[in-house]
């Protein structure tokens, strides 16, 4: 076998290395024209990959999910039980804002974009709307349950990316409403995040709810308290799957 | 030669494709095996008059789907290649009977 480098393949390699560096100069260019060529076939790639892993997921896991539906039955009845007291109150504060005379908040301009790809070495997902459809950097990205997914980190023409709440790089400040606390929320990578900087007399507990605002987040995990840390720590649970996601919405406009 | 590297790239392409789109639904402890380096180790095997395109073209199509500037996966499976190929010479002889 012939394993020798010959001068002229040096030459090319050389030629070839310095060609993709002179592609960052107009990084943006050169990155948007291939998502816009590949957007459909990606679109159903990922369509297509996400029925198959439904589908596989439905034969390996038939006792788990059984379980499962057996534990969201339950969790259903106390959420319907505190819909009902919801309501109650919800018909109290909207005499209240009579009362007091009080708009309601406008609605949130939406956008719908589809997920065509993952980023291959972050946790980043690409979506089939971009720049030509208003979106902007540093837009929030919820699904259709007002999960918080992540920020638009880059925007192209035809497509973006997001950051995930996941992602190493991304932190933001979440609240605890059980606790009446606040904390910061860090990405660990894959699909985990971390709640940091956490009061240290705050009475938090696993199974809280976490959010951001007006947008759900997810559940504390495992809570991690030392002695000599003034604050405590605890992991999330993040509520949003991209594997089992399809589309999102991002938000143009509050 | 010149066609054949094409359809090589071409293919290249859309298994970069599978890999940002499809595969990410197939994760084991969130990870997916990344399927270019491990065909640039076959190439390298099976078909080494392609090896070097394999590398570039491979290297370019994850840079084109990952947040990196554009040099980085094409720097990482050059090297990959290239050291595969000092320790082919070096320490392995292939004997063909």
Redesign the interface.
């Known amino acids: 076998m012939r394993t020798s480098f010959s001068r002229k393949k040096i030459l090319l390699v050389a030629i070839g290395i310095l060609f993709i560096l002179s592609l960052n100069f107009f990084q943006k260019e050169a990155k948007g024209f291939f998502y816009s060529i590949s957007s459909p076939l990606q679109e159903k790639l990922w369509e297509n990959g996400s029925n198959t892993s439904n589908f596989l997921e439905a034969i390996f896991k038939t006792g788990k999910l059984l379980k499962e539906n057996e534990a969201l039955k339950l969790r259903v009845q106390e959420l319907l039980y505190d819909h009902n007291y919801m309501n109650v109150l919800e018909d109290e504060n909207k005499m209240l804002r009579e009362a007091l005379n009080l708009g309601f908040r406008e609605q949130i301009k939406l956008e719908l974009a589809k997920i065509i790809g993952k980023d291959i070495n972050r946790g980043g997902i690409l979506l089939n709307k971009g720049s030509e459809n208003g979106i902007s950097n540093g837009s929030l990205v919820v699904n259709s349950q007002k999960v918080l997914v992540g920020t638009i980190a880059e925007v192209y023409k035809t497509n973006s990316k997001v950051l995930l709440i996941s992602d190493k790089q991304s932190s933001f400040e979440v609240q605890i409403p059980s606790a009446n606390s606040s904390g910061l929320a860090k990405g660990l990578g894959g699909s985990g995040a971390l709640l940091d900087l956490i009061p240290k007399d705050a009475q938090i507990k696993t199974g809280d709810l976490v959010v951001s605002g007006d947008f759900l987040i997810g559940l504390i995990g495992e809570i991690k308290k030392e002695d000599a840390s003034p604050f405590q720590q605890a992991e999330i649970s993040p509520f949003f799957d991209i594997s089992g996601l399809n589309k999102v919405f991002i938000i143009l406009d509050f | 030669m010149l066609a054949k590297i094409f359809i090589f790239a071409l293919s290249l392409?859309f298994l970069?494709?599978?890999?940002?789109?499809?595969?990410?639904?197939?994760?084991i402890f969130?990870?997916a095996p990344?399927f270019i380096l491990i065909l640039i180790i076959f190439i390298f095997f099976l078909m080494?008059s392609l090896d070097?395109p394999a590398a570039?073209f491979g290297?370019?199509f994850?840079?084109?789907?990952?947040?990196?500037?554009?040099?980085f996966?094409?720097?990482i499976l050059?090297g990959t290649l290239?050291f595969i190929?000092l320790i082919?010479?070096k320490y392995v002889q292939?004997s063909f009977k």
């Open positions: 392409f970069t494709l599978l890999q940002s789109s499809f595969l990410p639904h197939f994760v969130g990870y990344n080494p070097l570039f290297g370019l994850l840079d084109i789907f990952s947040s990196h500037f554009f040099g996966y094409t720097s050059l290239f190929k082919a010479r292939f």
